[in-house]
Antibody, heavy 113, light 106 residues
Framework: EVQLKESGPGLVQPSQTLSLTCTVSGFSLTDYSVHWVRQPPGKGLEWMGVMWSGGSTAYNSALKSRLSISRDTSKSQVFLKMNSLQTEDTAIYYC???????WGQGVMVTVSS | DIQMTQSPSLLSASVGDRVTINCKASQNINKYLNWYQQKLGEAPKLLIYNTNNLQTGIPSRFSGSGSGTDYTLTISSLQPEDFGTYFCFQHNSWPTFGSGTKLEIK
């Protein structure tokens, strides 16, 4: 069964760095790419970036300067790091497989002091 | 980046009604258009992929159409469980989402 699950801190202080993990099962990260998508409360969805199955990455141009995505294929995990967090980064963060069908349940991240 | 303009933003309809939601892309997206339903507290659920392909397990009352820059999701006979927010999504180039349509059942 294909599953994705996000994990990370629920609260991050302004100007700090967010670190999230997407742990996948039921497929290999070398066969499928994994995207990160976020959704501010009550708002629409924003694509953040992707870890391609081949190991390279691509980022939303609006976030590129603050965002880094990496992976550990042996642990079936994809990592997101975003620095200089502000209140507008408060959102539910999702990881999703490249077929855009399988999504994690999301993790709520609040940026607040 | 491709902008997706979705309309209407709010839709109130009765059980049994035929409902349509529209998305217009800022440029040709070659039918790489998906539709999602999202309920409060849940991840988006894929309904239609690549314009008109019904995802497995999705009722046949959902259908999609379109080409070029203009796309439509149709629910042929609205059911009570169809409430929620619907998003269009293009993956022809760097992915972008529509702003959403909140569907309320009268």
């Amino acid at each position: 069964e294909v599953q994705l699950k996000e994990s990370g801190p629920g609260l991050v202080q302004p100007s700090q760095t967010l670190s999230l993990t997407c742990t996948v099962s039921g497929f290999s990260l070398t066969d499928y790419s994994v995207h990160w998508v976020r959704q501010p409360p009550g708002k629409g969805l924003e694509w953040m970036g992707v870890m391609w199955s081949g190991g390279s990455t691509a980022y939303n141009s609006a976030l590129k300067s603050r965002l880094s995505i990496s992976r550990d294929t042996s642990k079936s995990q994809v990592f997101l790091k975003m620095n200089s967090l502000q209140t507008e980064d408060t959102a539910i963060y999702y990881c999703t497989r490249d077929d855009w069908d399988y999504w994690g349940q999301g993790v709520m991240v609040t940026v607040s002091s | 980046d491709i902008q997706m303009t979705q309309s209407p933003s709010l839709l109130s309809a009765s059980v049994g009604d035929r409902v349509t939601i529209n998305c217009k892309a800022s440029q040709n997206i070659n039918k790489y258009l998906n539709w999602y339903q999202q309920k409060l507290g849940e991840a988006p659920k894929l309904l239609i992929y690549n314009t008109n392909n019904l995802q497995t397990g999705i009722p046949s009352r959902f259908s999609g159409s379109g080409s070029g820059t203009d796309y439509t999701l149709t629910i042929s006979s609205l059911q009570p469980e169809d409430f929620g927010t619907y998003f269009c999504f293009q993956h022809n180039s760097w992915p972008t989402f529509g702003s959403g349509t909140k569907l309320e059942i009268k």
